[in-house]
C-alpha cells in the first residue's frame, strides 16, 4: 500500500491530509501490530490448519493459549444448571444481572477470585476482595495500572524477552516508556542485580523517570518462574529506588514443576514487609485467560494494597467492566473448592505432560529449550540453526518456518530479546496429534537443511552433547531456586 | 500536581495526575444523591419510606421479554446443555473482530431500531466496553492531549470523565436555553466554534448525544443536515451517540445520522456514532458498546483499541442468537416504544396535577423537569442545589439537578422513570404531588384559602403563557384531566 502511495503524490498527499485530522495514536504504531509477532498471525488467518479441512494449512504455535482443560469445565456446567441458565436457588435473577453494571464488581466474584489466588498460591498468603479491581483482561488491568501509576514520558523497566503486547498495552495511549532489563542465555535468562541498575541508569541516560519494574511471573515467553533470589532482588530494588513493582501473575496457575509457584506476595510477607509502605507499592496483576483458559470472557483484575490506586483504578474500569453474566457465572464456578483443586491438578498435569511432548519431540529434531516449569509455551534455542549470529539470520529462519514448514511460532526478536536465534512455541492450544505433525514438520525440516544433516549424521553424539548441555541449564537453574518445595 | 500522598521519597511512588486529580468527576456534589439512596434505599414493602432512585437512567420496562427469550432459547447460552457443545470454541474466542455473527445482529438491530431507513455494514462495527468505553476510545482516535471537542450543554455530566479524565481532550460547551426549548442549533454550534478557534483552541469535532441525554428531544433532519455540512466545511468531526435510539416512543420518527451521510455535501470519513444495548435493551450489565465509523482509519485503529474493552464472549454469542431473531426484535422495539409511552405519559401527566412542567419529549428514560418556579431565588444556581438536597432529604427522590449538566439555567432537573415498577412510580407522583401542595401553602401570600387556590391558578397561567410550552398541556390542564389514566402513544394529544 505504501509503495503506491510514494509514487501517486497527489494519493499520498491526500492521505497524509487526512491522517493528519485524526490522533497521533492513528497514525503511530504504537499499537505495535506491524511487528513479525502479529504478521505471524495474519499468515495464519490466511491459512489455518484444518486436520480434515486444511492438513497442509499453518499450525498455529504463535498463541498461549489453554485448550486442554475445557472438558472440565464442560463437565462442572452439566452438574450446575444453575449457574449456566442464570438462576440462584432455583430463582431466575436475569434482571439483576442485566442492570449490574456496578463498577466495585459483584462482590461474590471477588471473593471467589480471591480464593482462588489463594489456592493457586497454596494458601500461603490472602488477598483481599476490597483490593481487588476487576478489568476487561489482563490487557486493560495492565493499561489502567500504567495510567495510574506513570505520566507521558515515565518509564517502567522490563527484564527481555518480554511479552510483544506490552508495547501496545503499557505504551501505546499510556504514553509510558518501555527500558528493557537485559536477560542473557548465559544464565537462563535470569534477572541480575547489575542487569537492573543498568536499565536504570539507561533510563537516567535517556532523560526517563523510572517509575517502577514490571515483571511477569511465570515469565511469558521463557516458561520459567522466577526465583526466589530474582524475586527478592526485585523488592530490595524497588525498595532503595522507592519505585513501584507490578508482577503480572497471568500464568501463575500454569506452574507444573515439582517447584511450587512463588508469588511476590509470598516474599513480601516472608521479608515481613507486609503492611509496610513497600507494600503498597507492590501490585498483582491477574486474569483468567491462561489458568483457566478463558481469554474470551475478558476477566482480568489488578490487586494493590494502595488504597488511592484501587480507587483510581475502579473508577477508570468503567471503560473495560467484566460482562455481569460472566462474572455470575465465574463466582460460582470459583466458589466451587472441590471443583478448583481438581482443575489446578489436572491442568497442572496435563501442561506437563504436553510440554514433556514438545520438549522430547524438540529434541529428536536436535533443538533444545531452556528447562520451564510454567506457561504455555516454551523457550526453544534455535541459535544452530542460524546462518550468522544475526537478528537477520533469525527473521529468515522465521520466515521459512513460517511460509515452507507452516508453523507460526513467535521470533525472540518480537519478544525484545537481545540474542537472536530464540523462539517461543506454544503447545497447550491444539490437540496431541497437531503438536505430532508439528513436531514430525519441524523435524523435517531441519533434517533437509546443513545443520540437520549434520545433526541427523552424528545425531546420537549430538543429542549426547545436547543432554548435557541441558543437564547444565538445569542444574544451574536450581542451584538458584528452592529444592525443597516446603522450604520458603 | 494533584495532592501527594505520603508515599515518601520525592520521585517514584508518587501516582499519577491522572490518578490523584479529579477529573472523573466522581467527587463533586452531585453524588450526594447517590449517597442517600445508598443509606436508605426505597423499597415497596420493607422500605417504602426509602429514597427513590429517579437519578438512575436505566430501562426496566422489557426486562421481562428478554428473560422469557433467554429461556425459550437455551441454545444461545454456552453453559447449558443445549449450547454447552460451543463452550470451548467461544470461551477461547479474543479475536478482536469480533464475533462476525455478533457483528451481523448488531448492524441488523441498529437498522431495526431506525426503523429499517438505513442499514449498517458488519465490518464496521467495533467493540468497546459499554458506550462509556466506545466514547473514549473514539477520542483516543479522533484528538489529542489539549484538542478539543464542542458538545451542546446540557450534556450526559459523566462525559466529562469519558471524553476527557484520560485521554486530556477538553469539552467547549454549545450552551442550549430554554428560550427555544433547548435545541440544538448551526448558528450556535458556529459560535462556539468560532470563539474556541479564537482563543487559539485546536477544535477537532463535536460530539452531542441524539435522542438527547438529559433532554429526551431528537434533532430534527433539517438541523441534523445542517451540522452534518457544517463540520464537512470546517473539516471537523462529528461523533453522535446514539444510545437512545430506540428509546423513541412518540411523534416525529428518529432521525440517525445515518440517513444523512450519504448526502454528497458530506465528507463520510469525519462521520462516526457510538452506539450500546444499555438502554434500549436494558442491558447495562452486559457491557456491549459499539463504535461505528465511516472512516476507515478510524474502525482500524479502533478495532486495535478495543482490546482495552472487548465484549466478553459469552455475551456476543448470546446476543447475536437474539438479535437475529428477526421476531423476537420487531415485538420487542414495538413494545418497548409502547411501554416508554405509557410510562411517561403516566408520570408527565402525574407532574402536570402538581403543576410541574416537562421540556416536551418524544425519547428517552427521562423528563427535563421544569422547577424553576420552586427556587427560592429566580435563577440561582445555589437556590437549584438548596432545592435538589430538599427533594432528596424531604421528598426522598433521587433526581438530578441541571447544573450537573452543564446546563446554563437554575432550575432544570432530570427524572428518570423507566426504572422502577408502576407502584413505585405511583408513589413518587404522590410524594411530589404531596410536596409541592406544603409548597405552595408555604410561599403564598397570606390571604383566604379561596383567594390562595386562585391565585395560583393565576399564577400557573401566568406561567403557561409565558412559557413556550406547546399547546397540548394547556389542553390538559383545561380539560381538568385528574386522574392519570393510560396515555396511548400515538394519541394526538402528545403529538406536538
Known sequence: LFVSLFFDHNLFDLKSEKMKQLSTKVTSNGHGQDSSYFLGWEEYEKNPYDEIKNPNGMIQMGLAENQLCFDLIESWLAKNPDAASLKRKGQSIFKELALFQDYHGMPEFKKAMAEFMEEIRGNRVTFDPKKIVLAAGSTSANETLMFCLAEPGDAFLLPTPYYPGFDRDLKWRTGAEIVPIHCSSSNGFQITESALQQAYQQAHKLGLKVKGVLVTNPSNPLGTALTRRELNLLVDFITSKNIHLISDEIYSGTMFGFEQF???????????????????????????????????????????????????????????????????????????????????????????????????????????????????????DMRHLLDTNTFEAELDLWKKIVYNVKLNISPGSSCHCTEPGWFRVCFANMSEDTLDLALKRLKTFVESTDCGRMISRSSHERLKSLRKKTVSNWVFRVSWSDRVPDER | MGSLKKSGGVNGAILSRIATNDQHGENSEYFHGWKSYDKDPFHLSRNPHGVIQMGLAENQLCLDLIKEWIKENPKASVCTPEGVHQFSDIANFQDYHGLKEFRQAIAHFMGKARGGRVTFDPERIVMSGGATGANETIMFCLADPGDVFLVPSPYYAAFDRDLRWRTGVEIVPVHCSSSNNFKLTVEAVEWAYKKAVESNKNVKGLLFTNPSNPLGTILDKDTLKNLVRFVTKK???LVVDEIYAATVFAGENFVS????????????????IVYSLSKDMGLPGFRVGIVYSYNDSVVSCARKMSSFGLVSSQTQFMLASMLSDDSFVDNFLMESSKRLGIRHGVFTLGLKKAGINCLISTAGLFVWMDLRHLLRVRNSFESEIELWHIIIDKVKLNVSPGSSFQCTEPGWFRVCFANMDDDTLHVALLRIQDFVSKNSNKTAEKASDNDQVIQNNNAKKQKWKQSNLRLSFRRLYEDGLSSPGIMSPHSPLLRT
Not at chain 1, 341 to 368: D, F, H, M, W
Request: proline residues 1%; positive net charge; charged residues 25%.
Open chain 2, 235 to 237: 473539516n471537523i468531526h
Open chain 2, 257 to 272: 445520522v445515518a440517513e444523512v451521510v450519504k448526502d454528497s455535501e458530506v465528507n463520510a470519513d469525519l462521520i462516526h
Open chain 1, 262 to 380: 512463588i508469588s511476590v506476595m509470598d516474599v513480601l510477607k516472608d521479608k515481613k514487609l507486609e503492611n509496610t509502605e513497600v507494600s503498597k507499592r507492590v501490585h498483582v496483576v491477574y486474569s483468567l485467560s491462561k489458568d483457566l483458559g478463558l481469554p474470551g470472557f475478558r476477566v482480568g483484575a489488578i490487586y494493590s494494597n494502595d488504597d488511592m490506586i484501587v480507587s483510581a483504578a475502579t473508577k477508570m474500569s468503567s471503560f473495560g467492566l467484566v460482562s455481569s453474566q460472566t462474572q455470575y457465572l465465574l463466582s460460582a464456578l470459583l466458589s466451587d473448592k472441590k471443583f478448583t483443586s481438581q482443575y489446578l491438578e489436572e491442568n497442572q498435569k496435563r501442561l506437563k505432560s504436553r510440554q514433556k511432548r514438545l520438549v522430547s519431540g524438540l529434541e529428536s529434531a536436535g533443538i533444545t529449550c531452556l528447562r520451564s516449569n510454567a506457561g504455555l509455551f516454551c523457550w526453544v
